[in-house]
């Protein structure tokens, strides 16, 4: 197999949003171990993203987390950023973390403290327009423990006019990417439990409204790239949250777990991309392919470089799907025919062909080997020295001097 020049166009312009607390430190519920030269503030987490986007040439953005991010001049931030090649990608409000949050954010029986997280939503769309940040991604960790805890459709009310609110804040050609979630930290009821509830909402407040699939925000079994199949074709994907899971939401690096899973909905994503219906298309054109993970015992910025090469690998061997004899064996229902074209596509060594990708990019043929003979590593090791915190949370104190 060759590198065409089709599939030099579709693999050189993939994009993999890289998340600025993958960078720091973070950990379970059990204990955050401090990892040497972690990043301890959003300048060095862009720094880090950099080396990513230096060996992969395809992770040129960087989600914010505010106020995980916070800064007091955020046009210079975007100037730090821009002078290391990178932009601001999605704006992802907090609010989860305040004592206030403790019956939810907007959603709380409270309305002062509903108003106080819709004034956080707002004040993070005003970051989007000083970055020029086009998506405005939220998650709410709101919810109930115990049946009987709160009114469910009150709550649902809640949500959909905050969501309101805040879509009808968005400047022009700005989104918000609505995120769900089964469970956790909330046990009995979560107000934004799934895709259906998330799609209900978005269609209610507007075109700016879509939904992100975070991979690990699921119950077992559930089959998810048949809902990326249904939201692309309803206009309603927004983007993804890429991480892997075996158990719950385990946030490891994408593509470890399950890569079928992650191909198959590579696959979607290329099939509707081809699509005859112009909305499907264009709606596939302006899915936000963003990372969402959590590495607790990994070097982070290898980890993060494994996770996009991870999604270059699906996207490579989705491209090399044979849609004709697939749409051919599918209209003769022959069942294990159309199998086995989409498995011949799975099972290819599409390693030769990233080779041949990365000598027409100009870049090194084995990032991970050039990241670990580059000294990146032990050199931020050394000038950063190992801190607890400096993820999502803050730093809090030396664990030792370097
Ligand atoms: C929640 O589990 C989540 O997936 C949301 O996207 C948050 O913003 C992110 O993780 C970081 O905590
Ligand atoms: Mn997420």
Same mark, same amino acid.
């Given at each position: 197999m060759t590198l065409t020049p089709e599939l030099f166009q579709a693999l050189n312009s993939q994009r993999i949003e890289t998340p600025s607390w993958g960078y720091g430190n973070s950990g379970t519920r059990f204990k955050t171990f401090a990892a040497p030269g972690a990043a301890r503030s959003i300048?060095?987490?862009? /720094?880090?993203?950099?080396?990513?986007?230096?060996?992969?040439?395809?992770?040129?953005?960087?989600?914010?987390?505010?106020?995980?991010?916070?800064?007091?001049?955020?046009?210079?931030?975007?100037?730090?950023?821009?002078?290391?090649?990178?932009?601001?990608?999605?704006?992802?409000?907090?609010?989860? +973390? /305040? /004592?206030?949050?403790?019956?939810?954010?907007?959603?709380?029986?409270? +309305? !002062?403290?509903?108003?106080?997280?819709? !004034?956080?939503?707002?004040?993070?769309?005003?970051?989007m327009r000083q970055t020029g940040s086009r998506d405005l991604s939220l998650w709410f960790a709101d919810g109930t423990n115990y049946a009987g805890q709160d009114d469910l459709r009150s709550r649902k009310r809640r949500m959909r006019s !905050?969501?309101?609110?805040?879509?009808?804040?968005?400047?022009?050609? !700005?989104?918000?990417?609505?995120?769900y979630k089964l469970f956790e930290p909330a046990f009995y009821a979560t107000d934004l439990f799934d895709w259906g509830a998330a799609y209900a909402h978005c269609l209610a407040i507007g075109p700016k409204a879509q939904v992100l699939v975070d991979l690990g925000h699921h119950a077992q079994g559930v089959n998810i790239e048949g809902i990326v199949a249904f939201l692309l074709d309803e206009g309603r994907l927004g983007g993804f949250h890429f991480n892997a899971r075996r158990y719950a939401d385990d946030d490891l690096i994408?593509?470890?777990?399950?890569?079928f899973e992650l191909f198959c909905i590579y696959a979607e994503l290329v099939f509707a991309a081809a699509s005859d219906d112009e909305q499907t298309r264009r709606t596939a054109q302006q899915v936000a392919y963003m990372i969402d993970q959590s590495h607790n015992i990994e070097p982070k910025v290898e980890a993060m470089l494994q996770s996009v090469l991870n999604c270059q690998e699906a996207y490579a061997k989705a491209l090399l799907i044979d849609h004709d004899s697939l749409q051919e064996a599918q209209t003769a229902g022959d069942v294990l025919g159309a199998h086995r074209v989409l498995t011949d596509a799975f099972k290819t060594d599409v390693r030769p062909l990233l080779l041949e990708l990365r000598a027409a990019q100009g870049l090194n043929p084995d990032p991970v080997r050039a990241h670990r003979d580059s000294g990146y590593q032990q050199r931020v090791a050394r000038e950063r020295g190992t801190l607890i915190g400096g993820g999502g949370y803050p730093v809090k104190e030396k664990a030792n001097a370097s």
């Amino acid at each position: 197999m060759t590198l065409t020049p089709e599939l030099f166009q579709a693999l050189n312009s993939q994009r993999i949003e890289t998340p600025s607390w993958g960078y720091g430190n973070s950990g379970t519920r059990f204990k955050t171990f401090a990892a040497p030269g972690a990043a301890r503030s959003i300048y060095e987490k862009l /720094d880090d993203a950099a080396e990513v986007q230096r060996l992969t040439g395809i992770a040129p953005s960087v989600a914010l987390h505010i106020p995980w991010d916070e800064v007091d001049d955020y046009a210079e931030l975007k100037r730090y950023a821009a002078e290391r090649g990178l932009e601001i990608g999605a704006v992802n409000p907090n609010v989860f +973390q /305040d /004592d206030g949050y403790k019956l939810g954010s907007v959603c709380s029986p409270d +309305q !002062a403290t509903r108003e106080q997280a819709v !004034a956080h939503l707002l004040d993070c769309v005003e970051v989007m327009r000083q970055t020029g940040s086009r998506d405005l991604s939220l998650w709410f960790a709101d919810g109930t423990n115990y049946a009987g805890q709160d009114d469910l459709r009150s709550r649902k009310r809640r949500m959909r006019s !905050a969501l309101k609110r805040v879509h009808d804040a968005l400047p022009d050609g !700005a989104r918000m990417l609505v995120e769900y979630k089964l469970f956790e930290p909330a046990f009995y009821a979560t107000d934004l439990f799934d895709w259906g509830a998330a799609y209900a909402h978005c269609l209610a407040i507007g075109p700016k409204a879509q939904v992100l699939v975070d991979l690990g925000h699921h119950a077992q079994g559930v089959n998810i790239e048949g809902i990326v199949a249904f939201l692309l074709d309803e206009g309603r994907l927004g983007g993804f949250h890429f991480n892997a899971r075996r158990y719950a939401d385990d946030d490891l690096i994408v593509g470890t777990s399950n890569p079928f899973e992650l191909f198959c909905i590579y696959a979607e994503l290329v099939f509707a991309a081809a699509s005859d219906d112009e909305q499907t298309r264009r709606t596939a054109q302006q899915v936000a392919y963003m990372i969402d993970q959590s590495h607790n015992i990994e070097p982070k910025v290898e980890a993060m470089l494994q996770s996009v090469l991870n999604c270059q690998e699906a996207y490579a061997k989705a491209l090399l799907i044979d849609h004709d004899s697939l749409q051919e064996a599918q209209t003769a229902g022959d069942v294990l025919g159309a199998h086995r074209v989409l498995t011949d596509a799975f099972k290819t060594d599409v390693r030769p062909l990233l080779l041949e990708l990365r000598a027409a990019q100009g870049l090194n043929p084995d990032p991970v080997r050039a990241h670990r003979d580059s000294g990146y590593q032990q050199r931020v090791a050394r000038e950063r020295g190992t801190l607890i915190g400096g993820g999502g949370y803050p730093v809090k104190e030396k664990a030792n001097a370097s």
